[in-house]
């Protein structure tokens, strides 16, 4: 094990490496419970979400909505400024990381920046050359990291990543993103809504690929609206980075063997584990391809624990957030447990928004499908889109998939139903106001129970 020269906090209750959604949540916790919690974090507190994710590209897709709604109707007209959109992100992003320092002043967690490079049982050594004890436990929220492509090596200038690409001052004519999962169809969007031209390139035959084939469809239909192309069935054959430009040798199912050339590209095929401490095999923690197991109570091993990216996919913030707390009740002796089946909300955040909240491990017996765009508030909007709600062979909601502007803000109330089983009668007798796109939701269980108002 490391050396230490020192030990930076000798008496923690609770020690955390990592200070995104999976870590910074149980600090609050712990710390507001009067346990002496030390928070780790090598780069920016907020993690990937805040600093790189979930924030700066949320705001960026706003602004990307604000440009469309300009440019939809025919009696507005604006000015509009692509580097200032991108600042407008980076804004956002820091005024949310400022806040959570803030937090974490006022619930008196104390934060560290290093990075940790050890453990043993009741130590964490960091790379600074100092150590922190703790008598209690140790919660492991170390995040995942953008997976790399050989072909292009990012260089923060022509190859990027979700990181690196928030570091741009100037936004490219033509951008290349590689790969259509939620993050490439999310920039894919944003940069499109701005002017640029953009490519994208996806080995599957849709969009969003793990996500249902009625969201890749709506995906790939939003995409082109917003001027992108799509090369679906396509893989790289050869890349070349030079000078000012990309170049990418496509290979399609299709079309065969076709280059295109961009400003810049941005790879998007997925994360990876960011990498663990040494030491934690030795103290009983195990690591499956790179990523932590964890039961019900997020115990990793006897006295450690693990929230967020480390423990496997979905890599979502908001179940980063739920994990934190479940390990957070169960440091502080609550019993908290996580049910491996709870549905975990997914969002992407384009025009319209998409979102599937499915039970794990459930079978569908029926589908129930209506169009929303002749609701007054989509007639309102202008907009458009679907909903569907599956049931199970008792008649139990057991999946919900939303596509219209607003279905984000119902992700929270379709999880309720489908997690709790909800029927489809007790379901319909929730109250919508109106005019408002929630009203899509009851639309839809009045009509699955035959019994249709304004759809048909």
């Known amino acids: 094990m490391l050396a230490s020269t020192r030990v930076y906090y000798l008496r923690a209750d609770v020690a955390i490496i990592g200070g995104g959604p999976g870590g910074y949540p149980a600090a609050i ?4 419970e009067g346990l002496r919690t030390v928070l780790i974090e090598q780069n920016l507190l907020g993690g990937e979400c805040t600093n ?3 924030v700066p590209s949320k705001a960026l897709l706003r602004a990307a909505r604000l440009v469309e709604d300009l440019s939809r109707h025919g009696w507005i007209s604006a000015s509009i400024s692509p ?3 991108f600042e407008w992100a980076r804004t956002a992003a820091v005024a949310v990381r400022k806040g959570l320092y803030m937090l974490m002043k006022n619930a008196g967690v104390e934060v560290v920046r290093a990075r940790a490079v050890a453990v043993n049982r009741g130590r964490v050594y960091l790379d600074n050359g100092e150590s922190i004890e703790y008598n209690r436990a140790l919660l492991l929220a170390t995040g995942s990291i953008p997976r790399a492509l050989e072909l292009l090596k990012i260089d923060g200038k022509l190859v990027h990543d979700n990181r690196s690409i928030f570091s741009l001052t100037r936004i490219p004519r033509s951008l290349i993103i590689v790969g259509a999962g939620y993050v490439g169809v999310e920039f894919a969007y944003s940069f499109a809504s701005l002017g640029t031209k953009v490519d994208i390139v996806e080995i599957a035959d849709r969009p969003l690929p793990s996500m249902d084939r009625s969201l890749g469809l709506a995906a790939a239909r939003a995409l082109k609206a917003a001027g992108a192309t799509l090369h679906l069935r396509s893989r790289i054959v050869s890349a070349n980075v030079s000078n000012n430009n990309v170049s990418l040798l496509i290979a399609s199912s299709r079309s065969g063997e076709t280059e295109i050339r961009a400003n810049a590209v941005l790879v998007a095929v997925g994360r990876v584990p960011a990498p663990l401490p040494a030491g934690l095999d030795s103290v009983g923690v195990r690591i499956r391809d ?4 964890v039961d019900c109570h997020m115990r990793a091993a006897d006295g450690i624990y693990a929230a967020g990216d480390i423990t496997g996919p979905p890599l979502l913030a908001h179940k980063a957030i739920l994990q934190s707390l479940v390990a957070a009740d169960n440091i502080l002796g609550r019993k908290s447990c996580l049910d491996p089946d709870t549905p975990i909300p997914e ?5 319209p928004e998409l979102v599937r909240v499915e039970k794990r491990n459930s079978s569908h017996a029926r589908r129930h499908r209506i169009r929303v765009d002749g609701l007054a508030r989509a007639r309102i909007e202008g907009e458009g889109g679907f909903l569907e709600i599956y049931t199970d062979s008792s008649g139990h909601v057991s999946k919900i998939v939303m596509a219209f502007e607003g279905a984000s803000e119902l992700a929270g109330l379709a999880w309720s139903l489908v997690a709790r089983g909800a029927t ?4 319909a007798s929730i109250v919508f106001p109106h005019p408002t796109m929630s009203e899509a939701l009851g ?3 009045h009509s699955a129970l035959g019994r249709p108002v304004h759809v048909f």
Do not use: H, K, Q
């Not at 916790?29 to 507001?32: D, G, I, K, T």
């Not at 790179?290 to 197991?293: D, I, L, N, P, T």
């Not at 969002?347 to 025009?351: D, G």
């Open 52 to 54: 790189y994710g979930c």
């Open 29 to 32: 916790r712990l710390a507001r």
């Open 290 to 293: 790179g990523w932590v197991s």
């Open 83 to 85: 580097e200032g959109a």
């Open 347 to 351: 969002v992407v955040f384009i025009r």
């Open 424 to 427: 489809l009668e007790e379901a």
């Open 443 to 445: 639309e839809a269980l």
